[in-house]
């Protein structure tokens, strides 16, 4: 159970190199959808890894599961197009919803895309 963001039973899908722990993704998991734990108070959803290629390695091993859906909200910059062009790729159907943008752009940031929009991705397995 995960109180605040819903039902189902929390995953966390892990990405390890060489014994250590390089990347991390939590979803929450109820009757074959697999879910971003987010709610509208988040700020923010995404794939924590140490390189763009672990994050990509993430991604593919969640596509890899096949779930029957995967609904993940509040996923912003680079990483929402690049899991939404994934999973076009292994054959899901996709929506998505631009929840919210900020008024201003930021440039001061380590990738240098911001924050951006924030949309809301629901993938259905073809």
Do not use: C
């Given at each position: 159970?995960?109180?605040?963001?819903?039902?189902?039973?929390?995953?966390?899908?892990?990405?390890?190199?060489?014994?250590?722990?390089?990347?991390?993704?939590?979803?929450?998991?109820?009757?074959?959808?697999?879910?971003?734990?987010?709610?509208?108070?988040?700020?923010?959803?995404?794939?924590?890894?140490?390189?763009?290629?672990?994050?990509?390695?993430?991604?593919?091993?969640?596509?890899?599961?096949?779930?029957?859906?995967?609904?993940?909200?509040?996923?912003?910059?680079?990483?929402?197009?690049?899991?939404?062009?994934?999973?076009?790729?292994?054959?899901?159907?996709?929506?998505?919803?631009?929840?919210?943008?900020?008024p201003?752009?930021?440039y001061?940031?380590?990738?240098?895309?911001?924050?951006?929009?924030?949309?809301?991705?629901?993938?259905?397995?073809?």
């Open positions: 159970m995960v109180g605040a963001f819903g039902s189902g039973r929390l995953r966390l899908l892990t990405l390890r190199r060489g014994g250590r722990l390089v990347g991390v993704v939590p979803l929450r998991l109820a009757q074959g959808v697999m879910w971003s734990p987010t709610n509208w108070e988040s700020p923010r959803f995404d794939f924590l890894a140490e390189s763009d290629a672990d994050v990509t390695a993430l991604m593919l091993d969640l596509l890899a599961r096949r779930p029957r859906r995967i609904n993940l909200g509040h996923v912003g910059g680079a990483n929402a197009e690049r899991f939404r062009r994934l999973a076009d790729l292994h054959g899901y159907g996709h929506l998505t919803r631009v929840l919210e943008r900020p201003f752009r930021l001061a940031t380590k990738r240098g895309d911001g924050w951006g929009a924030v949309r809301f991705l629901s993938l259905v397995a073809g």
